[in-house]
C-alpha cells in the first residue's frame, strides 16, 4: 500500500515546541519510524511537511494521481479553521485518517473543531506520535 502522511503547521517542531503537549522525540524520529515501520510491512511511506496552506493542497491534489492509497493527515492549526484543505481532502476519494498528537478536546476550545475531520474516515487524538501508527495500522488492515 501506498499512504501518504501529511503534516501542517509547526509539526516540524515536534521536539522543540512545547514539549510538555507533544512530547520531546524529534520530527526525525517521527518520520524515520513511520519510513521503517511502512518498511518493515512492506507498505511504501511518504512523509510530507509544509507551513503552507497552499502546499498541503498541492500535495493532497497530486494524490490523486500518484497512486496514494491512503492519506494520515495532521492539519496542524489548519483543522480548525481551513476550509481549503477540507475541500482538497473532500475531493479526493482515498481512505484519510485524521491524527493529532495532543488530546485536542482537553484544551483551548478553538482546537475543538474540527472541520476536516468530517471529510475524513476517522480520527486519531491524544496518543501522542503512536497515533500515526495506529492510523497506518488501521488503514493496512493490522487492527
Known sequence: MKILVINGPNINFLGIREKGIYGTESYETLVRNLEEKGKA?????????????????????????????????????????SYAVRD?????????????????????????????????????VGLGLKGYELAMDYLTGNL
Open 41 to 81: 510491512e512492506g507498505h511504501e511511506v511518504e512523509v510530507f511537511q509544509s507551513n503552507y496552506e497552499g502546499g498541503i493542497i498541492d500535495r493532497i491534489q497530486a494524490a490523486y494521481s500518484d497512486g496514494t492509497e491512503a492519506i494520515i493527515i495532521n492539519p496542524g492549526a489548519f483543522t480548525h479553521y
Open 88 to 124: 482538497a481532502l473532500a475531493s479526493i476519494e482515498l481512505p484519510k485518517i485524521e491524527v493529532h498528537i495532543s488530546n485536542v478536546h482537553k484544551r483551548e476550545e478553538f482546537r475543538h473543531v474540527s472541520v476536516t475531520a468530517p471529510v475524513c474516515t476517522g480520527q486519531v
